[in-house]
């Protein structure tokens, strides 16, 4: 059976359309989807549209919410740390999702790193076209679409990435609009990294140092989004739905909103609350925890409003075998997954577009 892209492609090629020849002229004016929408354009271009079923959803119930954890006196309340911790097991079963508030990163270290993306890629399209690359082994990127060529339909979204840890780029290797932002906040989000996978351990039952010592805090990926606004919202997405390829991920969101959970079969609003960060399960924990905490599919839908921004931190390594922790499991609880290299499942991940209901994951089901 022919994919949808490929479908496409016949049909506009049988219009005239050289589907193509128009992604390549995309990819090579390096000026990504805010390019277009700076061009005036009123309709978006084909390779970015997805079926009409894809992208409409129903309201959000009030009754589904994803959780809130308030994080204050975690460290020094014997009593308020318990509690954090049966929220964060019960947010990770049942959600995958929850947001965090009073967790130590100031405001202005937040505000500030928004405000630096913004000014990357609001900058002269000159100066961004330095950093324009599809080579994934760079440790500062920007692109729009780095699998456009695999893709059934692109997002509708550019993206300026950093490989933070290990090995992380020299100062003058990251824009100088937002070098030191970024240095700030990276610091700032490791140390919040740690005290969450610290408390997601407990949540396993395990010590507090288990996924840190197993190396989970060693690899740090930070992918700024920035989601121009869309004159078809209707017609294409921000992000399409997917898993994240890592044990956590801590997501920083603006006010203007478009991060959706799929849960219960329907896609649930993750609305935006000032000074909070988004938090979710990747596909690594779910494999680790054996399927005890969920690695939830996520989406990000287009908006007339804009532009959205977005800053996504991916902890995650790929050097090592794993598979789920043998302190979880017995006879009544057997392995669920198959001890898998990450380098297999990454590659997979990465060039293997999730659809049919199956996640790359899923491929390593035992």
């Given at each position: 059976?022919?994919?949808?892209?490929?479908?496409?492609?016949?049909?506009?090629?049988?219009?005239?359309?050289?589907?193509?020849?128009?992604?390549?002229?995309?990819?090579?004016?390096?000026?990504?989807?805010?390019?277009?929408?700076?061009?005036?354009?009123?309709?978006?271009?084909?390779?970015?549209?997805?079926?009409?079923?894809?992208?409409?959803s129903q309201p959000t119930p009030a009754h589904?919410?994803?959780?809130?954890?308030?994080?204050?006196?975690?460290?020094?309340?014997?009593?308020?740390?318990?509690?954090?911790?049966?929220e964060i097991r019960s947010a990770l079963e049942?959600?995958?999702?929850?947001?965090?508030?009073?967790?130590?990163?100031?405001?202005?270290?937040?505000?500030?790193?928004?405000?630096?993306?913004?000014?990357?890629?609001?900058?002269?399209?000159?100066?961004?076209?330095?950093?324009?690359?599809?080579?994934?082994?760079?440790?500062?990127?920007?692109?729009?679409?780095?699998?456009?060529?695999?893709?059934?339909?692109?997002?509708?979204?550019?993206?300026?990435?950093?490989?933070?840890?290990?090995?992380?780029?020299?100062?003058?290797?990251?824009?100088?609009?937002?070098?030191?932002?970024?240095?700030?906040?990276?610091?700032?989000?490791?140390?919040?990294?740690?005290?969450?996978?610290?408390?997601?351990?407990?949540?396993?039952?395990?010590?507090?140092?288990?996924?840190?010592?197993?190396?989970?805090?060693?690899?740090?990926?930070?992918?700024?989004?920035?989601?121009?606004?869309?004159?078809?919202?209707?017609?294409?997405?921000?992000?399409?739905?997917?898993?994240?390829?890592?044990?956590?991920?801590?997501?920083?969101?603006?006010?203007?909103?478009?991060?959706?959970?799929?849960?219960?079969?329907?896609?649930?609003?993750?609305?935006?609350?000032?000074?909070?960060?988004?938090?979710?399960?990747?596909?690594?924990?779910?494999?680790?925890?054996?399927?005890?905490?969920?690695?939830?599919?996520?989406?990000?839908?287009?908006?007339?409003?804009?532009?959205?921004?977005?800053?996504?931190?991916?902890?995650?390594?790929?050097?090592?075998?794993?598979?789920?922790?043998?302190?979880?499991?017995?006879?009544?609880?057997?392995?669920?997954?198959?001890?898998?290299?990450?380098?297999?499942?990454?590659?997979?991940?990465?060039?293997?577009?999730?659809?049919?209901?199956?996640?790359?994951?899923?491929?390593?089901?035992?």
């Open positions: 059976m022919e994919s949808s892209k490929t479908q496409l492609d016949l049909v506009l090629k049988g219009s005239g359309y050289d589907i193509e020849k128009e992604i390549k002229a995309f990819d090579e004016s390096k000026a990504g989807v805010k390019g277009l929408v700076d061009s005036g354009i009123v309709k978006i271009p084909p390779f970015f549209v997805v079926p009409e079923n894809v992208v409409s589904l919410q994803i959780p809130v954890i308030d994080l204050k006196d975690t460290h020094g309340d014997p009593v308020r740390h318990e509690k954090v911790i049966q049942i959600w995958g999702f929850f947001q965090v508030v009073n967790h130590g990163v100031s405001k202005a270290i937040m505000e500030g790193m928004i405000e630096g993306v913004r000014g990357f890629h609001e900058e002269k399209n000159e100066v961004k076209k330095e950093y324009y690359t599809r080579d994934v082994k760079k440790k500062v990127t920007y692109t729009s679409n780095t699998l456009i060529h695999k893709t059934k339909a692109a997002d509708w979204k550019d993206t300026l990435y950093f490989r933070m840890v290990p090995d992380s780029p020299h100062p003058e290797e990251l824009p100088v609009v937002c070098r030191e932002t970024t240095i700030n906040y990276t610091a700032y989000i490791r140390g919040l990294g740690d005290t969450l996978l610290k408390l997601v351990s407990e949540a396993l039952g395990l010590n507090p140092d288990h996924l840190i010592e197993f190396g989970c805090d060693k690899g740090l990926k930070i992918m700024c989004h920035y989601y121009p606004p869309c004159p078809e919202p209707n017609r294409t997405l921000g992000s399409k739905s997917h898993t994240d390829p890592d044990f956590l991920t801590i997501l920083m969101q603006d006010h203007i909103g478009g991060l959706q959970v799929f849960h219960q079969n329907q896609w649930i609003d993750v609305s935006p609350i000032p000074g909070a960060f988004v938090i979710n399960g990747g596909d690594l924990l779910q494999l680790i925890s054996n399927g005890k905490f969920k690695s939830a599919e996520h989406r990000v839908l287009a908006n007339h409003t804009g532009p959205r921004i977005s800053v996504a931190s991916f902890f995650a390594i790929y050097d090592r075998l794993c598979g789920p922790i043998k302190e979880l499991l017995s006879d009544e609880n057997p392995a669920v997954y198959k001890e898998v290299p990450l380098m297999e499942y990454i590659a997979q991940y990465m060039w293997k577009e999730q659809d049919g209901g199956m996640t790359t994951l899923d491929r390593f089901r035992l």
